[in-house]
């Protein structure tokens, strides 16, 4: 399988990397994530089509035993099978929501959330500057329209498949 990704998700996960750079630098004291941490790596996500591409060539690429463990991970939907020894095998093309693990998001609801521990302190993710707050709703508009237009230029299936499918 050939790594092709549609640019517009190179260029989303690009801003996407450089607000994650930039919160953690302004926030290195709240913000608990680093290699290693993996608190956020869960099972039952799942990924639009135009990311699960790069997430299956990477797959591919990996040595075979490494290739083997992942998709021995991939029957326990518990956990995400990318992640192996506390790493994720995967990292450079890692989907746009594990990009977002950490970071204050802006909710539908207008609440500010993030991992739980990150931003510990009483009332401290309310008072983040909107600049500082990644808002979800308007990241997921970008990357539903995004995968639109890979759904009609591919012609692959409209629907989410799961990282489990991906590993497989």
Known sequence: MTLEIHPSLVELRSKVDDFMVRVQSQYPRDMACQAGCSSCCQGGLSA???????????????????????????EDAAHCPFLVDENCVIYDQRPVICRTQGLPLLLEDGSVDSCPLNFTKAGQRDALPHEDVLNLKSLNFLLSMLHSVHVRQSGQADRRISFSEIAG
């Open 48 to 74: 639009f089509p135009v990311e699960a591409g790069p997430m299956m060539a990477a797959v591919e690429s990996l040595p075979r035993e490494l290739r083997d463990v992942v998709r021995k991970q991939s």
